[in-house]
């Protein structure tokens, strides 16, 4: 199986949490034994340059996955724009998506992924299966085993994709984890939330050479 | 006070909008954001983790944020695309993001963010051209719920009387 990837982050590369799990996810897409003989080719939205390539390989393949952060309970503007340019497909293409967010919970991400299949639709394709996982802001605040703790089960996930070429099966569904957390869950979360939360956020920011208090209000 | 918002080239829409709110008395406050320079969310979390509430794009959408904190309804007008809000609209949107804090907090059996001021403003939505109502209706009730605030609708362009009547 040939897969063309679009990362369709706007975030560049270097700092895309989509492209961290697209090195995991693929990693087991593509690994010796269960996916031998598998292969891919990524690209990148945020990268207006590689625009026409991906506009080609898109008309090209008829296996394609989208990766995406939420962004504002549906697909970032930037991937709008690249997706309006898009003519509408007769050829019996397929598209699976990877929807991924900050927020933990499942039910966060379900609105975005009910357009991913009217958008399908509307482009003409096949629609394969979203793979919802939310949790993934820390990625990019994280290294080391604290980062793979949060990416690699993206490569199971690969494995499955191999085997079914969609995001229907139950294992992916239970990738999602819980549709919202028990009342106890959220109200440990919500001490957290209020302490060591907003320290290592602080914590964040100040590497980041921030000055000023996370809740500062510029235009007061 | 209402602030509109029209990504569109369609400026007669807000002048019909206007005629319609002059008319009940109400203020308003229109932005022509079609001829304005507004680029996209590069989602790169300064506005949460290095410059708090300052969106590190310097374009034109800056003047429309200053504006949106001190508003009671914001009020997005736009072309549609795939069904949906074409890049446009949905730009106003993902540059929100520094009216909100990276602090998270629990809202019923959810998370958000805390709002970095201390208004929050209804949101509602004028569309023109081909989509899936029901959904737009469904997003934009998630994205009041994202800023502890209420939807007042989606509404056609073509149903003006109906959208104006759900300011104040």
Redesign the interface.
Known sequence: MHVLIING????KK?SNTDKILERFTGGLCEEGSGEGNTFEQYEI?DKGQWDTIREEYYRNSNIIIAL?L????????L??F??SLKVREDNAAIAYILQSG???G??LR?GE??LE??TK??GCEYRGTLVKGSNFGI?LTEGKARDKITAPYEEMGREFSKTGNFFSDKCRAFTGPE??P?FV?FL??IM?KTA??KS?DK??KS???T????????? | MILIVNTTSETAVTKKIKEYTDAAGIETEIFEAGEMDISHCIGCNHCWLKTPGVCAIKDDYEIILKRMIHADQIWVISDTALGFLNHRGKNIYDRILPLATMYLQFKGDQMRHIARYDKRADFGLIYIGDCDRDYLERWNKRVALNFESESLGVFDHKELKEAVACMY
């Open positions: 982050s706007p975030r560049v700092y945020s952060p962004f504002v309970e549906c697909i970032p503007g930037l709008m724009e997706l309006e927020f933990a919970e039910v966060q609105c009910t357009y009217e958008l509307r482009l990019r919202v957390f009342a959220r979360l919500g939330f939360g907003r956020f964040a920011a980041w050479g921030c000023l208090p996370l809740d500062y209000r510029p235009y007061d």
